[in-house]
T-cell receptor, first 113, second 116 residues
Framework: GAGVSQTPSNKVTEKGKYVELRCDPISGHTALYWYRQSLGQGPEFLIYFQGTGAADDSGLPNDRFFAVRPEGSVSTLKIQRTERGDSAVYLCASSLAVGETQYFGPGTRLLVL | AQKVTQAQTEISVVEKEDVTLDCVYETRDTTYYLFWYKQPPSGELVFLIR??????QNEISGRYSWNFQKSTSSFNFTITASQVVDSAVYFC?????????????FGTGTKLQVIP
């Protein structure tokens, strides 16, 4: 079956701009996660959804970052007033339920100039 | 707080050699899961294994094997008869019951290069 998909695969933007990154989880998976991976590092947790609500957003670095999952399936990670330090690969994962194995998408590579 | 250490930053081996990737973890929880993921050059994280903290039995899957030693807080990964397709970055990871298992903490990864 289809895995986790993320769009766009690459995004180049200018400092100060707004960006949206989209994640489409595996069908039937109720839990969705966002991670950020900087060069040479492992992924770092940002936020987790169980259904439509953000169950844990403790990993979001600041209030410029926001994520939604309005219908309990697709999620959008939104970054306002982007900064060069936001450049990274943003990974989305989903799991059948909380606590189950997380399966990752290919990521969106964000470059802020 | 949970922490995962992968001391080996990069390893190079010649094809058909065996290679072991080390992973040491820290947690205050008695119930947790350990994982290994593979990240090939394409960038997508591929799930390899999940192990419950109560199951110390070693596991073998084809050329892959995992050695879980609770006494030393280690969860090492061995690839037997390595192949060029094994070249990738490998991440060890941990999630705790106390955190609802939702946060997975990753190590910094070990880059494996298999030379033909």
């Amino acid at each position: 079956g289809a895995g986790v998909s993320q769009t766009p695969s690459n995004k180049v933007t200018e400092k100060g701009k707004y960006v949206e990154l989209r994640c489409d989880p595996i069908s039937g998976h109720t839990a969705l996660y966002w991670y950020r991976q900087s060069l040479g590092q492992g992924p770092e947790f940002l936020i987790y959804f169980q259904g439509t609500g953000a169950a844990d957003d403790s990993g979001l670095p600041n209030d410029r970052f926001f994520a939604v999952r309005p219908e309990g399936s697709v999620s959008t990670l939104k970054i306002q007033r982007t900064e060069r330090g936001d450049s990274a690969v943003y990974l989305c994962a989903s799991s059948l339920a909380v606590g189950e194995t997380q399966y990752f998408g290919p990521g969106t590579r964000l470059l802020v100039l | 707080a949970q922490k995962v250490t992968q001391a080996q930053t990069e390893i190079s081996v010649v094809e058909k050699e065996d290679v072991t990737l080390d992973c040491v973890y820290e947690t205050r929880d008695t119930t947790y899961y350990l994982f290994w993921y593979k990240q090939p050059p394409s960038g997508e994280l591929v799930f390899l294994i999940r192990r419950n903290s109560f199951d110390e039995q070693n596991e073998i899957s084809g050329r892959y094997s995992w050695n879980f030693q609770k006494s030393t807080s280690s969860f090492n990964f061995t690839i037997t008869a390595s192949q060029v397709v094994d070249s990738a970055v490998y991440f060890c990871a941990l999630s705790e019951k106390a955190g609802g298992y939702q946060k997975v903490t990753f190590g910094t990864g070990t880059k494996l290069q298999v030379i033909p």
